[in-house]
């Protein structure tokens, strides 16, 4: 998957800016602030029909304008050639085109345009609460999976009506309906989050040894109730609880993954290097389990590349995802210098975009 050429209008911090870009490498240097990561979030935008950050539609509109545009032209790995617009309004709200074709629901797109990003914002998977393991997981196999995706909403939308029930003292035969929808849900969700946290856990162990050269080993492991009951017998056990606390207190919404460094969690024992290679070798498993089942090779972001991570980690980095594995990759830095330097020493060629304030390409 390649995005060939991208126009953005009024969005965040750019007015009116358009791209071409190379196949390979493409790095977008300068200044903190000017609006390299900006650009990556469009490309996020075309992909995911959101932002890559957990923000609104209405917050990504430049300042004093009333809508945004984001428009790519796409070449598949096929050599077919697709443009998709996403377009938000404060009025109309968002609207998003594929072929001139809008979808009737954005969760159509999911899929067709394989992604994966690497940002300073991952450190919440490690630091942060389980909510953002789950929605790691979510946006990942989502991609992957239409059945996924479509029990997921399923589950979400009866959790949801669930609780609120559970505010107004409901009836058993009331629970029992819900329970049912949840239950269906989950055993899918259950199934899916366990096979790619299996297919993960190898590729994660190659990629850490590659950037830290084996000083270290890593591990990750899923964790769900599901594991010793069915949510049906789970929601059962719990029904008291959940009138205490008037929310649903089991079920896959309260699954975790855990993260570990020579047998340890990864949080209280890894350093931020320690920590940012996991993280790098967690993303760049999940490009290769993009590419093998989308039969596309995903776009790669690597937004701020050097963020708590040396210049060696970074070089082996680039030797990895200049293989033929990989395919376009976007890297934004506020060192054209040391930037360039790391990338001649690994050998890659790149296209260099110098980006100003406002995200002009000068």
Sequence with gaps: MILKSLSIINFKNIANEQFDFSSGINCLVGDNGAGKTNILDTIHY?????????????????????????????????????????????????????NGKEYVKLSEHIGHFPIVV????????????????????????????????????????????????????????????????????????????????????????TYYNALSEQRESVGIEYRSELETASLAELLLASRRKDFINEYTTSGVHRDDMSLTINGYPLRKYGSQGQQKSFLIALKLAE??????????????????????????RVAQLLRVVSGEDFGQIFITDCNKHRLQRTLDEAAAEYQLFNIAEGGRML
């Design 46 to 98: 075309l992909a995911l029909a959101k932002s890559m950050h957990i923000i609104s539609d209405q917050q990504c509109v430049r300042h004093d304008e009333d809508n945004f545009i984001i428009d790519g032209l796409f070449n598949r790995d096929d050599s077919r050639s697709e443009r998709v617009v996403c377009s938000y309004t404060r009025r109309s709200g968002k609207c998003l085109k594929r």
């Design 118 to 205: 690497v940002s300073p914002a991952d450190s919440a998977l490690i630091s942060d609460s389980a909510e953002e393991r789950r929605r790691y997981l979510n946006r990942f196999i989502s991609q992957l999976d239409r059945e996924y995706l479509a029990a997921l909403i399923r589950y979400n939308a009866a959790l949801a009506e669930r609780n609120k029930l559970l505010k107004i003292n409901p009836s058993e035969e009331m629970l029992l309906i819900y329970d049912g929808m949840l239950s269906a849900a989950a055993d899918t969700i259950y199934s899916h989050r366990r096979d790619i946290i299996e297919q993960l856990r190898p590729l994660i162990e």
């Design 287 to 312: 490009y290769t389990i993009l590419s093998r089942h989308a039969a596309e090779r995903p776009i790669l972001l690597l937004d701020d590349l050097f963020d708590k991570l040396d210049m060696g």
